[in-house]
């Protein structure tokens, strides 16, 4: 059968279309994306943007005819840190089942947590004895998960995003040193007030901050998710990658091969959040997971459905 799972983000929009076939193996088909910003000053205002919220809105109901143009039987869709903090949202929740179809579902951070666990250990082949961290910088929050043999799943959601801290912060261009410092300084209060004591094994990176930092030191033109999945980005790539962000104005930025333009405005915040995480739990690299939420999305939905029949 073949099944779609949307994944409406602080940042971006995701659709991934997926099949499984009759030996139960599940093949991707296509894979949508488009920054709309549906988080953009939700932390000042704590309402949607209307021109965010269309923009969202069109590519929602674009991508669901994408969708079913492919033959996808069944369309699930989650939404996460913008519609979690907003007083409108059940609004354009309303919206995108007259406009599109589909219930979207708010999903809690802790559920989106879960969500990106399942992605990773389906994902990526890593050792299931080790102690795992997962970071998913997303644009209005930070998703952590820590993960040890023999104990329950612990998940924290902050309120730390790429997009959140951008406008918090960053209003110069570039940004001054001591915009830069009082962005370190929030995130490493946010981590201290954590108190988890925990030195992981491994940390796995997911989502579109650690996926665009990948691709800007791999310098790729054209990304590819083959090359990205399973990387090992190193803590000293993620700082000089910091430092050359912030030296450069937005419109260089945007020429930078493996940044989006769409993201080049806060992917210097994002970049910060990763690198103080990594100092904060004593990682020298992360493992980058191209397959976030919509892949969690999708295993979660595919173990409540019956077999495939051959």
Not at 50 to 71: M, S
Not at 163 to 187: G, N, Q, S, Y
Not at 261 to 266: E, F, I, K, N, S
Request: charged fraction near 20%.
């Amino acid at each position: 059968m073949k099944l779609a799972t949307l994944d409406v983000g602080t940042n971006t929009v995701l659709m991934l279309v997926a099949e499984r076939d009759s030996a139960g193996a599940v093949h991707a088909i296509a894979d949508f994306a488009r920054i709309t910003r549906l988080g953009r000053g939700v932390d000042a205002s704590g309402k949607l943007d209307p021109d965010a919220a269309a923009q969202t809105l069109g590519a929602i109901v674009e991508f669901a005819q994408k969708a079913r143009e492919l033959g996808a039987e069944k369309i699930v869709g989650v939404a996460t840190a913008a519609l979690r903090d907003v007083s409108d949202g059940a609004e354009f929740i309303a919206q995108v089942k007259t406009r599109a179809g589909l219930d979207l579902e708010i999903i809690t951070g802790e559920t989106e947590a879960q969500l990106s666990y399942l992605a990773v250990t389906k994902g990526l082949n890593l050792d299931p004895a080790a102690k795992l961290l997962i970071v998913d910088i997303g644009g209005g929050s930070t998703e952590l998960i820590r993960a040890e043999p023999g104990r329950q799943l612990d998940v924290a959601s902050l309120q730390i995003g790429s997009v959140r801290l951008t406008e918090r912060f960053i209003h110069h261009d570039p940004p001054t040193a001591h915009e830069a410092m009082d962005l370190r300084l929030a995130v490493n209060e946010t981590l201290h007030a954590l108190e988890w004591d925990f030195t992981p094994d491994i940390m796995v990176g997911i989502a579109g901050t650690v996926t665009t930092v990948c691709a800007i030191v791999l310098g790729l033109a054209t990304y590819d998710p083959k090359v990205v999945h399973g990387h090992r980005l190193s803590q000293d790539d993620v700082i000089a990658t910091i430092a050359k962000l912030g030296a450069m104005p937005l419109e260089e930025r945007k020429k930078l091969p493996g940044l989006e333009p769409g993201r080049a405005d806060v992917i210097f915040a994002g970049a910060a959040i990763l690198e103080r995480i990594m100092c904060h739990f004593n990682m020298s690299e992360v493992v980058v997971s191209d397959q976030g939420v919509r892949w969690g999305l999708l295993w979660r939905t595919l173990a409540t459905l019956p077999p495939t029949a051959p």
